[in-house]
């Protein structure tokens, strides 16, 4: 059972680059969430997804898109990646909504020059 | 709407003392709170949750928390600080349908010997 896990664990892109984060969760969770952590700021929501095929806006949704194509899965793509963007993400699941505990994976360190 | 502040960004004690964490939200509707703890290059995870079952939680590693609702407040304490806990805590709470949870901005924890 490996719980949350997140690809990669550390990326450097430069401006105008795009990738894709993957997050994967073993626990059959209908919510997963994508955070961004910076320091002195906490977590904030960038998407959130209430099940297969659905996402949602957060907190800073701006420059991120997301797909949840599989209940497992919860994607986070940066389009055209800007320095603003250098951040620490992290994916998390939880069986049901806001009353519910959220598991979080080990987090993508992520840098854009 | 909800929202969290955590108080003071650092707090530093020593092995053996009592520690304490503060935490105070607002919420519009009976909240749900949380204490997430973070290790060093880790993700989050979660202490201990208040959902309106008992005021006094007790969570993880001697850790717990009372909810007063007078006061808006849900403190994390552990009466006596091991090298162990030295991490950043962070204070959540959520409520309504179709949200997720809110963070504060974290305390980082520092225990000296």
């Known amino acids: 059972n490996a719980g949350v896990t997140q690809t990669p664990k550390f990326r450097v892109l430069k401006t105008g680059q795009s990738m894709t984060l993957l997050c994967a969760q073993d626990?059959?969770?209908?919510?997963m969430y994508w955070y961004r952590q910076d320091p002195g700021m906490g977590l904030r929501l960038i998407h959130y997804?209430?099940?297969?095929?659905?996402?949602a806006k957060g907190e800073v949704p701006d420059g991120y898109n997301v797909s949840r194509l599989k209940k497992q899965n919860f994607l986070l793509g940066l389009e055209s990646a800007a320095p603003s963007q250098t951040s620490v993400y992290f994916c998390?699941?939880?069986?049901?909504?806001?009353?519910?505990?959220?598991?979080f994976g080990p987090g993508t360190r992520l840098l854009v020059l | 709407a909800q929202s969290v502040t955590q108080l003071g960004s650092h707090v530093s004690v020593s092995e053996g003392a009592l520690v304490l964490l503060r935490c105070n939200y607002s919420?519009?509707?009976?909240?749900?709170l949380f204490w997430y703890v973070q290790y060093p290059n880790q993700g989050l995870q979660l202490l201990l949750k208040y959902t309106s079952a008992a005021t006094l939680v007790k969570g993880i590693n001697g850790f717990e928390a009372e909810f007063k609702k007078s006061e808006t407040s849900f403190h994390l304490t552990k009466p006596s600080a091991h090298m162990s806990d030295a991490a950043e805590y962070f204070c959540?709470?959520?409520?309504?349908?179709?949200?997720?949870?809110?963070f504060g901005k974290g305390t980082t924890l520092s225990v000296s010997s």
């Open positions: 959540a709470v959520s409520g309504q349908a179709g949200t997720a949870l809110i």
């Open positions: 997804s209430v099940g297969e095929g659905t996402t």
């Open positions: 998390a699941s939880s069986y049901g909504e806001y009353q519910e505990t959220q598991y």
């Open positions: 626990m059959n969770h209908e919510y």
């Open positions: 919420s519009s509707v009976p909240p749900y």
